[in-house]
């Protein structure tokens, strides 16, 4: 089993909708969580860390599922510029041999 | 602020040629990284370091060399490309981590994007 998978979509979404992405990983002692948006042929850029009490960020939440092994990301009211591949990361605590997934692709559509 | 630089941007190599790819970042960040991302491959990790003289192989090390002779700098070296090495390379940079976190998150560099012929 993979360390980090995700759907890779791409999931076509209408302005305004709301859309949700999962990521599961396989390490239960993985301890930091993250969220990244790349644009294409740009580099990651680190869209919000992952709590375990869940977090949001304007438009965005994050929710951390220990039990269930996974996070997740909902983007509301989406955006044309919110089109990009969102990319998950988990690892456990002082392991910085990061693990990034092969990321979930969002085309939001007029 | 900087963030993580790498150069070149472009590369074009002949097979067999060698090469340094430079990464510094001026941050102060103990851990930096290498990645690769081919299409449909989502990123690939090379080799990382978690502080001065400190490093360690990722998924993918044949064919690569790193060394860590400073916090700032993380040169990665192809040895004798191949065309399986055309890629786009990302050094990427983070803080440590505490109370429980592995880090904060890393800052990537724009990229290079290298051609072996």
């Known amino acids: 089993r993979k360390e980090v998978e995700q759907d890779p979509g791409p999931f076509n979404v209408p302005e305004g909708a709301t859309v949700a992405f999962n990521c599961t990983y396989s390490n239960s002692a993985s301890q930091s969580f993250f969220w990244y948006r790349q644009d294409c042929r740009k580099e990651p850029k680190l869209l919000m860390s992952?709590?375990?009490s869940g977090n949001e960020d304007g438009r965005f939440t994050a929710q951390l599922n220990r039990a269930s092994q996974y996070i997740s990301l909902l983007i509301r009211d989406s955006k044309l510029s919110d089109s990009a591949t969102y990319l998950c990361v988990v690892n456990p605590w002082g392991y910085q041999k990061v693990t990034f997934g092969t990321g979930t692709k969002l085309q939001v559509i007029p | 602020n900087a963030g993580v630089t790498q150069t070149p941007k472009f590369q074009v190599l002949k097979t067999g040629q060698s090469m340094t790819l430079q990464c510094a970042q001026d941050?102060?960040?103990?851990?930096m990284s290498w990645y690769r991302q081919d299409p449909g491959m989502g990123l690939r990790l090379i080799h990382y370091?978690?502080?001065?003289?400190?490093?360690d192989q990722g998924e993918v090390p044949n064919g690569y060399n790193v060394s860590r002779s400073t916090t700032e700098d993380f040169p990665l070296r192809l040895l004798s490309a191949a065309p399986s090495q055309t890629s786009v390379y990302f050094c990427?940079?983070?803080?440590?981590?505490?109370?429980?976190?592995?880090?904060?998150?890393?800052?990537f560099g724009s990229g290079t994007r290298l051609t072996v012929v």
């Open positions: 992952v709590y375990s």
């Open positions: 941050m102060n960040h103990e851990y």
């Open positions: 990427a940079s983070s803080s440590a981590g505490t109370g429980g976190r592995a880090n904060y998150g890393y800052t």
């Open positions: 370091s978690v502080g001065a003289g400190i490093t």
